[in-house]
T-cell receptor
């Protein structure tokens, strides 16, 4: 079983809609959770970090963490074409970093 | 400007050649990492280092070597033993001082075998 699982997509949403990206992880002692955005041909860019159960909002982005269900999600409100990218979920278990394979998002104008 | 630099941006290797990819950071981060990314694939860990003069193998270390002689530098050598080295190579770093240790990435080096 992979440490971090994401639906590879592709996920398509119309401009202005909410995009919902999901991630599950297998290690119950995981402490920190991250979302990275990766544009085609570029390196990953950290966009959200979350450590406690519940929601964390930053602009149009909301990260949601449920440790009991081992589930972390990213909501993008008012999606823009510039949000079209691959989104990587990452988890720290101990000092080890685990990345998911990413979900490809396309926002249709 | 604090950040992570990688050079070169593009690199072409002939069969049987060793090549070295540079990674430098001025973030005063303790840990540095090398990942490989193939088209449409996730990140695979090659090597990581948490302290100078010490490093650990990741999931796909065969055919690669690293050194960590300075805190700010973590070069990766792709040897001729690596049979399929064409990929996007990403260097990352993180602080180990706090409880939350985000990784930050350099811009990457795209290696192509001719």
């Amino acid at each position: 079983q992979k440490e971090v699982e994401q639906n590879s997509g592709p996920l398509s949403v119309p401009e202005g809609a909410i995009a919902s990206l999901n991630c599950t992880y297998s290690d119950r002692v995981s402490q920190s959770f991250f979302w990275y955005r990766q544009y085609s041909g570029k390196s990953p860019e950290l966009i959200m970090s979350i450590y406690s159960n519940g929601d964390k909002e930053d602009g149009r982005f909301t990260a949601q963490l449920n440790k009991a269900s081992q589930y972390v999600s990213l909501l993008i409100r008012d999606s823009q074409p510039s949000d079209s990218a691959t989104y990587l979920c990452a988890v720290i278990g101990g000092r080890q970093f685990y990345f998911g394979t990413g979900t490809s998002l396309t926002v249709i104008p | 400007d604090g950040g992570i630099t990688q050079s070169p941006k593009y690199l072409f290797r002939k069969e049987g050649q060793n090549v070295t990819l540079s990674c430098e950071q001025n973030l005063n981060h303790d840990a540095m990492y090398w990942y490989r990314q193939d088209p449409g694939q996730g990140l695979r860990l090659i090597y990581y280092s948490q302290i100078v003069n010490d490093f650990q193998k990741g999931d796909i270390a065969e055919g690669y070597s690293v050194s960590r002689e300075k805190k700010e530098s973590f070069p990766l050598t792709v040897t001729s033993a690596q049979k399929n080295p064409t990929a996007f190579y990403l260097c990352a770093s993180s602080s180990l001082a706090g409880y939350y240790n985000e990784q930050f990435f350099g811009p990457g080096t795209r290696l192509t075998v001719l």
